[in-house]
Each structure stands twice: as structure tokens, then as C-alpha cells.
């Protein structure tokens, strides 16, 4: 338990609202970012969640989140960096501006959030502090539809090595590279079938394994600047 609260982003579904509602279950503060508004924010705000609307598209929309999180808390035990857009790559005009978005999203955002908060994590008088990017499988490989997204990613994950080195050895600085971890509503069975034979272990292991990898770089004092895979052995296939 910590007195200090986490921040996650993108906090408010999916792989982010499960490991804020883990963390609350284990007795840490929490505070999340989210994009638009919607109904489950209603109940992590009785739960006793901190929720603060962030646009991560552009620099301005960063640079206000950052004001209202340090008006909000003078301390952080740890930054986790969920907030993502699976956006497939387009083409014509719109590329750029498609690139420029996924880039502030996936590198910029967490670039100046770790600037910018590494005071609040200095500040914090737990004995351990952290960051944690979450990455992707897709870095290790690209891809032929959301190579932009795979770029930036794999970016996010180099962001790692390099904070990892900077704070040493006060805050420590690790990744998840998680594969399928979910499904999305109205996956089709071939899909699920398909997506499953792509890991050795055959499976869609639900947000459970994501909060466990968190879990573990919470609790470890001894591990920064590595990526941890949660991907069921897709590398074996």
C-alpha cells in the first residue's frame, strides 16, 4: 500500500480500468487520464478514483494535463503508461496527420510525463518508485496495416532503455509487451480461432496477466530498463 497515488493513462477501460480497479482492490490511491467520458467512469469515481480528462493528441493537450495532475498531487509512487490508439495506418493526405497523432500519443506524451514527473515520483517517500511503459508484441516485427503504430511503439519501448538510464537509481523504469490479452465485442469465431494459434500457449488470457506483470515490477527493486513479454510464446510459433 502507498500513501502516494499512481497515475495510470488511459485508465478508463479495458487493460487500464482493470489495473486501476486491482490497485484500488490493494489499497493504492489511483489517479487516471481518459480521453472522452463514459459510464464505467461513474463507478471508479465511487470507488474513489482520481479521474482527469487529457487529450495526448496534441502538445498543449499534454502540457494542461500536466498542470492539473501536479495541482492535483504533490507525489507519485508510479506512472504507467497505458494510454494507446490502435489506429491502422492511412493513406493520401491524412497520413501525416495519422503519424503525428500516434507519435504524440505513444512517445510524446509519455516523453514529457516523465519530464515532467519526475518530481512528483522524487516526492513520493515510498522506498521504491516507477515507471512503466506499455509496449506492444508488434514492436518486435512491424506490421503491413499499423505500421505507424508499430513505430511509435517500438519508440515508446527505446523511451524506456533511456529513462531507465537517466533515473537509475532512484526510479526505476521498465516495459509490458503484452500480445492478445483481450477481445474486442462482436470478434467473430474464426477470429478468436486464428488469433489464439498465433501464441504457443492457445489462449486469450483476459487483463489478469497484464495486472500480475504490473504487479511484479511494483513489487521488484532490483529490475529496471527491460521489457517484460506477455505474449503466450508467440516467438515459439
Not at 511509435?152 to 533515473?167: D, E, P
Not at 470478434?187 to 506483470?213: C, L, N, R
Not at 503466450?232 to 510459433?237: A, F, V
Request: aromatic residues 6%; charged residues 25%; neutral net charge.
Amino acid at each position: 500500500m502507498s500513501a502516494a497515488p499512481i497515475l495510470i493513462t488511459g485508465g478508463a477501460q479495458r487493460l487500464g480500468r482493470h489495473c486501476a480497479e486491482r490497485l484500488i482492490d490493494d489499497g493504492h490511491p489511483v489517479i487516471i487520464s481518459y480521453r472522452r467520458e463514459r459510464p464505467a467512469l461513474d463507478e471508479l469515481r465511487r470507488r474513489g478514483v482520481v479521474t482527469l480528462q487529457a487529450d495526448f493528441a496534441t502538445e498543449a493537450g499534454i502540457l494542461d494535463f500536466l498542470a492539473r495532475l501536479k495541482a492535483e498531487t504533490g507525489a507519485l509512487r508510479a506512472i504507467v503508461h497505458n494510454a494507446s490508439d490502435w489506429a491502422p495506418d492511412s493513406v493520401g493526405d491524412e497520413a501525416g496527420a495519422n503519424f503525428e497523432r500516434l507519435f504524440r500519443i505513444h512517445m510524446q506524451a509519455p516523453y514529457l510525463i516523465n519530464l515532467h514527473g519526475r518530481e512528483l515520483l522524487e516526492a513520493c517517500r515510498e522506498p521504491q518508485r516507477d515507471i512503466v511503459h506499455l509496449t506492444d508484441h508488434v514492436v518486435q516485427k512491424g506490421s503491413r496495416k499499423h505500421a505507424a503504430y508499430a513505430a511509435t511503439k517500438a519508440g515508446l519501448a527505446n523511451l524506456t532503455l533511456s529513462f531507465a538510464a537517466m533515473y537509475a537509481p532512484s526510479i526505476q523504469v521498465n516495459a509490458i509487451a503484452p500480445a492478445l490479452i483481450m477481445l474486442n465485442e462482436g470478434d467473430s469465431d474464426a477470429y478468436v480461432a486464428k488469433a489464439k494459434a498465433k501464441s504457443a500457449m492457445e489462449m486469450v488470457p483476459g487483463p489478469g496477466v497484464i495486472y500480475q506483470s504490473l504487479r511484479y515490477l511494483l513489487d521488484n527493486r532490483y529490475v529496471t530498463g527491460i521489457t517484460l513479454p506477455v505474449d503466450g510464446g508467440r516467438h515459439l510459433r
